[in-house]
């Protein structure tokens, strides 16, 4: 079973600062990876997939990249709805498995 | 508007059972993988069930293997979860989700609904 497990679990930054978040898998995922923020009361809201591709109406602010084990999610100047926790999930190939990384948490310093 | 709309949750006690549902809308239901996700209070997400577009694969957590069961019905767009032998540690906030599934490619799921609230307890 992979696990996939994230850093740091809580950042602290200010509005237009860079934030880098990383999702390290225990083993090989390729580039099978997808990135979610969610605010408190909220559903997760899917920011990027295959890695490195952003979903529809996510600003080019947010970025994604890496493969096999290690990825990142760069926010180049954050912006006050940035501030939440982000989650990184993986799939397996066949039959489809799916792993969250436990979450990192973007918090205004 | 492409939305999800789950319902079914409630206050169950241990060993019980409870069925969720997922009600689609604004997109074509019969193209899409659905799944359940949940989250437990102050936790993080957890991937419970997946069903493929038309019913005929399902993948399920090792945690709720044996005691729940996913389905569909395409005529009506709705996702259901059976869920028995309910325990303390399934409480949860479960959310469903669609995904547009391909076998090279991992387009993570796009869409969810609003959640829906199990408590297990007595």
């Known amino acids: 079973e992979i696990v996939l497990t994230q850093s740091p679990a809580t950042l602290s930054l200010s509005p237009g600062e860079r934030a880098t978040l990383s999702c390290r898998a225990s083993?090989?995922?390729?580039?099978?990876l997808a990135w979610y923020r969610q605010k408190p009361g909220q559903a997760p809201r899917l920011l990027m997939y295959?890695?490195?591709n952003r979903a529809t109406g996510v600003p080019a602010r947010l970025s994604g990249s890496g493969s096999g084990t290690d990825f990142t999610l760069t926010i180049s100047s954050l912006e006050p709805e940035d501030f939440a926790v982000y989650y990184c999930q993986h799939r397996s190939s066949w039959p489809p498995m799916y792993t969250f990384g436990q979450g990192t948490k973007l918090e205004i310093k | 508007e492409v939305q999800l709309v789950e319902s079914g949750g409630g206050l169950v006690q241990p060993g019980g059972s409870l069925r969720l549902s997922c009600a689609a809308s604004g997109f074509t239901f019969s193209s899409y993988w659905t799944h359940w996700v949940r989250q437990a209070p102050g936790k993080g997400l957890v991937w419970v069930s997946g069903i493929n577009s038309d019913g005929s694969s399902t993948t399920y957590a090792d945690s709720v293997k044996g005691r729940f069961t996913i389905s569909r019905d395409n005529a009506k767009s709705t996702v259901y979860l059976q869920m028995n032998s309910l325990r303390a540690e399934d409480t949860a906030v479960y959310y469903c989700?669609?995904?547009?599934?391909?076998?090279?490619?991992?387009?993570?799921?796009?869409?969810w609904g609003q959640g829906t609230t199990v408590t297990v307890s007595s």
């Open positions: 295959d890695a490195s």
């Open positions: 083993q090989s995922v390729s580039g099978s």
């Open positions: 989700a669609r995904e547009r599934w391909e076998l090279l490619s991992f387009y993570g799921m796009d869409v």
